[in-house]
Protein backbone atom coordinates (compact mmCIF):
# COMPACT_ATOMS: atom_id res chain seq x y z
CA UNK A 1 0.00 0.00 0.00
CA UNK A 2 1.13 3.56 -0.92
CA UNK A 3 1.67 5.85 1.88
CA UNK A 4 -0.44 9.18 1.74
CA UNK A 5 1.14 12.20 0.54
CA UNK A 6 1.17 14.36 3.99
CA UNK A 7 -0.32 17.72 3.92
CA UNK A 8 2.39 19.48 5.49
CA UNK A 9 5.86 18.36 5.00
CA UNK A 10 8.94 20.64 6.64
CA UNK A 11 12.38 19.33 5.65
CA UNK A 12 15.34 20.73 7.94
CA UNK A 13 13.55 24.06 8.51
CA UNK A 14 15.27 27.00 10.49
CA UNK A 15 14.41 30.60 11.71
CA UNK A 16 17.09 32.44 12.90
CA UNK A 17 16.97 36.56 13.88
CA UNK A 18 19.55 38.51 14.51
CA UNK A 19 19.73 40.46 17.62
CA UNK A 20 22.77 42.46 18.59
CA UNK A 21 25.50 40.74 17.66
CA UNK A 22 23.78 37.87 18.57
CA UNK A 23 22.14 35.04 15.86
CA UNK A 24 18.62 33.64 17.54
CA UNK A 25 17.55 30.20 16.26
CA UNK A 26 13.47 30.81 16.72
CA UNK A 27 13.19 27.26 14.88
CA UNK A 28 15.93 24.83 14.33
CA UNK A 29 15.94 22.23 11.79
CA UNK A 30 12.71 20.81 11.85
CA UNK A 31 11.63 17.73 10.35
CA UNK A 32 8.09 16.94 9.91
CA UNK A 33 5.36 15.88 8.40
CA UNK A 34 1.44 16.18 8.92
CA UNK A 35 -1.40 14.29 7.09
CA UNK A 36 -4.69 15.85 5.75
CA UNK A 37 -7.26 16.18 8.26
CA UNK A 38 -6.85 16.22 11.94
CA UNK A 39 -5.93 18.46 15.13
CA UNK A 40 -2.44 18.95 15.70
CA UNK A 41 -1.69 21.22 18.59
CA UNK A 42 1.50 23.01 19.33
CA UNK A 43 2.50 23.29 23.10
CA UNK A 44 5.61 24.57 24.40
CA UNK A 45 6.66 27.42 27.21
CA UNK A 46 6.45 31.43 25.55
CA UNK A 47 9.31 32.21 23.60
CA UNK A 48 9.61 28.27 22.57
CA UNK A 49 9.07 28.84 18.26
CA UNK A 50 5.54 28.07 18.43
CA UNK A 51 4.10 31.25 16.57
CA UNK A 52 6.84 31.19 14.32
CA UNK A 53 6.76 27.60 13.17
CA UNK A 54 2.76 28.53 12.60
CA UNK A 55 3.25 31.43 10.59
CA UNK A 56 6.07 29.40 8.47
CA UNK A 57 3.50 27.01 8.13
CA UNK A 58 1.15 29.36 6.91
CA UNK A 59 3.23 31.25 4.36
CA UNK A 60 3.27 34.54 6.48
CA UNK A 61 7.20 34.09 7.17
CA UNK A 62 9.73 32.41 5.11
CA UNK A 63 12.71 30.40 6.83
CA UNK A 64 16.02 30.93 7.09
CA UNK A 65 17.07 27.20 5.74
CA UNK A 66 15.05 24.77 4.40
CA UNK A 67 12.12 24.12 2.77
CA UNK A 68 8.04 24.44 3.51
CA UNK A 69 5.42 22.46 1.36
CA UNK A 70 2.45 22.52 1.85
CA UNK A 71 -0.46 20.71 -0.53
CA UNK A 72 2.55 19.37 -2.81
CA UNK A 73 3.98 23.36 -3.31
CA UNK A 74 7.13 24.39 -1.76
CA UNK A 75 5.55 27.55 -0.21
CA UNK A 76 9.32 29.59 0.46
CA UNK A 77 9.80 29.54 -3.15
CA UNK A 78 6.65 31.05 -4.03
CA UNK A 79 6.66 35.06 -5.49
CA UNK A 80 4.58 37.19 -3.49
CA UNK A 81 1.63 37.42 -6.06
CA UNK A 82 1.45 33.60 -5.51
CA UNK A 83 1.87 33.49 -1.68
CA UNK A 84 -1.21 36.01 -1.58
CA UNK A 85 -3.48 33.18 -3.88
CA UNK A 86 -1.84 30.22 -1.87
CA UNK A 87 -2.96 31.64 1.59
CA UNK A 88 -6.31 32.93 -0.21
CA UNK A 89 -7.27 28.99 -1.18
CA UNK A 90 -5.21 27.05 1.02
CA UNK A 91 -5.16 28.28 4.17
CA UNK A 92 -7.70 29.85 6.90
CA UNK A 93 -6.51 31.92 9.85
CA UNK A 94 -7.96 32.53 13.15
CA UNK A 95 -6.36 34.56 15.82
CA UNK A 96 -6.50 35.26 19.64
CA UNK A 97 -7.91 38.76 19.05
CA UNK A 98 -10.81 37.49 16.20
CA UNK A 99 -9.67 40.57 13.72
CA UNK A 100 -13.07 40.78 12.47
CA UNK A 101 -13.91 43.94 10.72
CA UNK A 102 -15.69 45.99 13.63
CA UNK A 103 -18.21 48.18 11.41
CA UNK A 104 -19.25 44.88 9.22
CA UNK A 105 -21.65 42.19 10.05
CA UNK A 106 -21.32 38.52 10.89
CA UNK A 107 -22.57 38.12 7.35
CA UNK A 108 -20.40 40.34 5.44
CA UNK A 109 -16.93 39.49 7.70
CA UNK A 110 -17.61 35.94 6.83
CA UNK A 111 -18.35 36.99 2.91
CA UNK A 112 -15.23 39.18 2.47
CA UNK A 113 -12.76 36.30 1.83
CA UNK A 114 -14.85 34.78 -0.69
CA UNK A 115 -15.25 38.56 -2.24
CA UNK A 116 -11.20 38.60 -2.86
CA UNK A 117 -11.16 34.73 -3.72
CA UNK A 118 -14.10 36.13 -6.86
CA UNK A 119 -17.03 34.35 -5.58
CA UNK A 120 -20.73 35.87 -6.70
CA UNK A 121 -22.32 37.68 -4.49
CA UNK A 122 -25.30 35.78 -4.44
CA UNK A 123 -22.40 33.06 -3.48
CA UNK A 124 -21.34 34.57 -1.02
CA UNK A 125 -24.28 35.64 1.00
CA UNK A 126 -25.26 31.89 0.75
CA UNK A 127 -22.53 30.43 2.06
CA UNK A 128 -21.61 32.60 4.92
CA UNK A 129 -24.98 32.36 6.16
CA UNK A 130 -25.13 28.49 6.01
CA UNK A 131 -21.52 28.41 7.89
CA UNK A 132 -23.19 31.22 10.71
CA UNK A 133 -26.11 29.06 10.94
CA UNK A 134 -24.34 25.78 11.39
CA UNK A 135 -21.74 27.53 13.99
CA UNK A 136 -25.62 28.55 15.98
CA UNK A 137 -25.37 32.33 14.63
CA UNK A 138 -28.17 32.68 12.19
CA UNK A 139 -29.68 34.79 14.97
CA UNK A 140 -26.38 37.24 14.62
CA UNK A 141 -26.51 37.74 10.68
CA UNK A 142 -26.75 41.35 10.65
CA UNK A 143 -24.90 42.02 13.91
CA UNK A 144 -22.12 44.17 13.52
CA UNK A 145 -18.95 42.17 15.02
CA UNK A 146 -18.34 44.88 17.58
CA UNK A 147 -22.03 44.00 19.03
CA UNK A 148 -21.48 40.71 19.29
CA UNK A 149 -19.46 38.73 22.40
CA UNK A 150 -16.31 37.25 22.77
CA UNK A 151 -17.42 33.79 21.52
CA UNK A 152 -19.66 35.03 19.20
CA UNK A 153 -17.03 36.67 17.31
CA UNK A 154 -14.38 33.95 17.96
CA UNK A 155 -17.00 31.34 15.89
CA UNK A 156 -17.37 34.09 13.13
CA UNK A 157 -13.70 34.15 12.82
CA UNK A 158 -13.73 30.18 12.52
CA UNK A 159 -16.69 30.64 9.76
CA UNK A 160 -14.60 33.14 7.99
CA UNK A 161 -11.46 31.16 8.29
CA UNK A 162 -13.28 28.14 6.41
CA UNK A 163 -15.29 30.38 3.83
CA UNK A 164 -13.27 29.30 0.94
CA UNK A 165 -12.80 25.83 2.13
CA UNK A 166 -9.47 25.63 2.48
CA UNK A 167 -7.72 22.40 3.65
CA UNK A 168 -5.68 23.81 6.62
CA UNK A 169 -6.62 26.19 9.34
CA UNK A 170 -3.87 27.81 11.42
CA UNK A 171 -5.02 28.82 14.92
CA UNK A 172 -2.58 30.81 17.03
CA UNK A 173 -4.59 30.47 20.88
CA UNK A 174 -7.98 30.61 19.93
CA UNK A 175 -9.18 31.09 23.58
CA UNK A 176 -6.87 33.33 25.13
CA UNK A 177 -9.32 36.13 25.23
CA UNK A 178 -12.25 33.47 26.64
CA UNK A 179 -13.53 32.26 29.37
CA UNK A 180 -12.92 28.25 30.28
CA UNK A 181 -17.05 27.67 29.28
CA UNK A 182 -16.96 29.36 25.58
CA UNK A 183 -13.60 28.41 25.11
CA UNK A 184 -14.40 24.87 25.97
CA UNK A 185 -17.33 25.52 22.81
CA UNK A 186 -14.41 26.50 20.60
CA UNK A 187 -12.48 23.82 21.12
CA UNK A 188 -15.53 21.17 20.27
CA UNK A 189 -16.03 23.33 17.14
CA UNK A 190 -12.37 22.98 15.73
CA UNK A 191 -12.24 19.40 16.71
CA UNK A 192 -15.68 19.64 13.99
CA UNK A 193 -14.34 21.25 11.61
CA UNK A 194 -10.88 18.91 11.94
CA UNK A 195 -12.94 16.04 10.48
CA UNK A 196 -13.08 17.86 7.25
CA UNK A 197 -9.04 19.58 7.15
CA UNK A 198 -6.51 19.85 8.98
CA UNK A 199 -6.52 22.30 11.93
CA UNK A 200 -3.12 23.05 13.46
CA UNK A 201 -3.53 25.13 16.82
CA UNK A 202 -0.89 26.51 19.29
CA UNK A 203 -2.19 26.84 22.56
CA UNK A 204 -1.35 26.80 26.19
CA UNK A 205 -5.24 25.16 26.89
CA UNK A 206 -4.37 21.66 28.37
CA UNK A 207 -8.05 20.80 27.53
CA UNK A 208 -8.02 21.84 23.70
CA UNK A 209 -4.38 20.05 23.54
CA UNK A 210 -5.92 17.05 24.93
CA UNK A 211 -8.55 16.75 22.02
CA UNK A 212 -6.27 17.03 19.87
CA UNK A 213 -4.82 13.98 17.44
CA UNK A 214 -1.66 14.75 17.84
CA UNK A 215 1.03 16.74 20.51
CA UNK A 216 3.89 18.59 18.88
CA UNK A 217 6.15 19.75 22.24
CA UNK A 218 8.44 22.67 21.17
CA UNK A 219 11.31 23.69 23.07
CA UNK A 220 14.00 26.17 22.01
CA UNK A 221 12.99 25.95 18.52
CA UNK A 222 13.07 21.88 18.44
CA UNK A 223 10.54 19.78 18.79
CA UNK A 224 10.36 17.45 21.71
CA UNK A 225 9.44 13.79 22.36
Do not use: W
Not at 103 to 127: D, H
Amino acid sequence: MNRATPLIELRSVSKSYRKGGETIDAIADIDLELPEKGMVAIVGPSGSGKSTLLHLIGAMDRPTRGEVVVAGRVVNGLSQGELTRFRRRTVGFVFQTFNLIPNLSALENVALPMEFNGAAKSERTKRAKALLERFQLGHRLKHRANELSGGEMQRVAIARAIANEPRLVLADEPTGNLDSKTGALIYELLKEISRERTVLVVTHAEPLAAMADRVLHLQDGRIGA
